[in-house]
């Protein structure tokens, strides 16, 4: 509880500071702020108290599940449905892809129709999805096999320097942006706690060093489907 | 009342968030692993507590910090206001004038990031993996600056109009160069604090600054330039991180030669 209160004491100052010093303006509302706040930092709490509970525990167990198995096509298949599934859903995915349609029917890439846009927002959101499904699957892989993670996230880069070179310009500040906005709150905790699982109850697997890396690779595939997605259609 | 509505929706929407991810691990648990999950009770409980605890931290965000972050948003980037701060008779702003804007483009990223739920997952992992030699809060420190950094200089770039691979290019080639450089325990945990700082708090006080902005900036367009900001956002902290670890490196190997100085005189 004291703990959340400290992780939020940034933001009331920035905002009061700037509120009450630059802007010159007295706080609006003030009973609504206090008890917003109370709920942000009484969520914060409870937040963190079942992230231990649950969200860690439950993501180890069934990496060590699967490695107890030895089925690498399974592993591999809830890598993927991990990685689509948390990611079609999410809201803030979907904003952007809205976003994104607006953006290329402004641009003559597509007819400016309700139709047409919707279609090509659900086909964005679903090539991020499909892309982060990948992208997990693929870090799974690197875990199992112990292959250092610059190589593939520095191919991945120059492959999205070149793709910029070529994809249409209004693609790509949300081609960038998508990559930061397709992993969740929830998909964080879970993924990071397989990857860790993973890594520790392979031999010869350091969890520090092969454990971490999945929510890069995730953050990374969007950004090479995005800029794809703008140029064949 | 209304609180209480509005805490039964948001929670509803958050469970909906949650019901494809507890489908996908109780499927595998079920059908492929065919084991009961152990502690069960436990497990469901701490998923209780994650929707609870969601759904009232954005009913908070929403309720007292979103609102007045937005409105400063716009307020700090109308253009009266920073002729207002800028005495000059001038009709035309220069990058220089909305410098105010650049301040809370870095304070608001720090102190966002901070609070970031996602962030604090990650930190208390890599604390945990570690054995302790990476601190919870200096990685949370670390990320924080880096996401400030990142967002004060989208900002700059929406306001000067400089193309956006520019930036993220020779972001690219630092984060290259540091990582030959940088301890090998470090990377991996780098790039992925990329990905997670700019989730629940971040993003729509950022997007709110950077659509602001391209409104009102002359000869910006809201679609084209509106966008970036998040991409800045997870850049940054991966060069920030490393540079840490980089940091933390070099102050432990100069108080070692230090203490051998001192041993063979």
């Not at chain 1, 191919?155 to 790509?172: C, H, K, N, Q, S």
């Not at chain 2, 992925?192 to 900036?217: I, M, R």
Request: glycine letters at 10%; charged letters at 10%.
């Amino acid at each position: 509880m004291i703990g959340s209160l400290r992780d939020l004491a940034p933001i009331i100052l920035v905002i009061g500071f700037f509120q009450l010093v630059v802007l010159q303006q007295p706080l609006p509302d003030f009973i609504g702020l206090v008890v917003g706040l109370f709920c942000v930092v009484l969520g914060l709490t409870f937040f963190i108290f079942g992230l231990e509970m649950g969200l860690f525990p439950i993501g180890e167990s069934m990496a060590h599940a699967f490695a107890r198995k030895g089925s690498l096509f399974w592993l591999l298949a809830f890598a993927f449905a991990l990685g689509f599934g948390t990611t079609v859903a999410e809201p803030a995915l979907i904003a952007v892809a809205d976003e994104a349609a607006q953006v290329a029917a402004l641009g003559g890439m597509i007819e400016d129709s309700e139709p047409s846009r919707h279609g090509y927002a659900s086909g964005l959101r679903y090539t991020v999805a499909f892309s982060v499904g990948l992208a997990i699957v693929l870090g799974v892989f690197r875990i199992l096999k112990g292959w250092p993670i610059q190589y593939l996230i520095i191919a991945g880069y120059i492959l999205v320097v070149i793709m910029t070179a070529f994809a249409p310009r209004e693609i790509i500040g949300i081609a960038y942006d998508s990559g930061g906005v397709t992993t969740s709150t929830i998909t964080v905790p879970l993924v990071t706690a397989l990857g860790v699982g993973l890594a520790s109850s392979i031999e010869g697997r350091n969890p520090m060093i092969d454990g971490f890396g999945l929510i890069a690779f995730a953050s990374l595939t969007p950004m090479i489907f995005v800029m794809a997605y703008g140029m064949v259609i | 009342m209304s609180y209480f509505v509005q805490l039964l929706e948001i929670c509803l929407s958050t469970v909906k968030d949650v019901i494809p991810i507890a489908l996908i691990i109780f499927g595998f648990q079920i059908f492929v692993i065919r084991r009961p999950i152990a502690n069960l009770k436990r497990v469901l409980i701490g998923f209780g507590y994650v929707v609870l605890g969601l759904a009232l931290f954005l009913l908070g965000l929403e309720k007292a910090l979103f609102p007045i972050g937005r409105l400063m948003a716009e307020q700090l980037t109308n253009p009266e206001f920073i002729r207002a701060w800028n005495d000059g008779p001038t009709d035309t702003l220069r990058w220089q004038d909305y410098y105010w804007v650049y301040i809370f483009a870095f304070a608001i990223g720090a102190s966002t990031t901070i609070a970031e739920p996602s962030l604090i997952a990650v930190a208390i992992k890599a604390n945990e993996v570690s054995g302790g030699s990476i601190g919870v809060w200096g990685l949370r420190i670390a990320v924080a600056l880096g996401v400030a950094v990142g967002i004060a200089l989208g900002t700059w770039r929406i306001v000067t109009g400089y193309p956006i691979h520019l930036f993220i290019i020779t972001g690219y080639i630092l984060v290259v160069l540091q990582t030959i450089k940088a301890p090998k325990m470090i990377v991996p945990l780098a790039y992925d604090s990329g990905g997670v700082t700019t989730s629940t708090v971040t993003v729509p006080l950022v997007a709110a600054l950077g659509l602001g902005l391209a409104e009102t900036v002359p000869g910006r367009s809201a679609l084209i330039d509106g966008f970036g900001l998040i991409a800045f956002a997870s850049l940054f902290p991966m060069i920030t991180v490393m540079g840490y670890a980089q940091l933390s490196e070099w102050l432990d190997k100069r108080s070692k030669s230090r203490q051998r100085l001192t041993v063979q005189s």
